[in-house]
């Protein structure tokens, strides 16, 4: 089983910045991709940046030149940090890891910005 811990989410004004970290633990033998996913009220869960089976990362439109992911594989864990926040960014962003066999997700980590 993997489990995968998220942090780092909270309250903060338009303009402002967090970091979010996601480490996973447990059976991991190979990662085909890891990255952020989230879900706003009333949306479907969308892709925010993840890491590939290349190793390169892949960022939605809507976050390109302000969110950046970055990942340490000596600890398995992915960092996503946001910057210049917007209220739409507000979200319930969860951690995400596919193996070759599964998929798993954290728990979420609540993001909301005001405006």
């Known amino acids: 089983q993997v489990q995968l811990v998220e942090s780092g989410g909270g309250l903060v004004q338009a303009g402002g910045s967090l970091r979010l970290s996601c480490a996973a633990s447990g059976s991991i033998f190979s990662i085909n991709a890891m990255g952020w996913y989230r879900q706003a009220p009333g949306k479907q869960r969308e892709l925010v940046a993840a890491f590939n089976t290349g190793g390169s990362a892949n960022y939605a439109d809507s976050v390109k030149g302000r969110f950046t992911i970055s990942r340490d594989s000596a600890k398995n864990t992915v960092y996503l940090q946001l910057n210049s926040l917007k209220p739409e960014d507000t979200a319930v962003y969860y951690c995400?890891?596919?193996?070759?066999?599964?998929?798993?997700w954290g728990q979420g980590t609540q993001v909301t910005v005001s405006s």
């Open positions: 995400s890891l596919a193996t070759m066999t599964n998929d798993y």
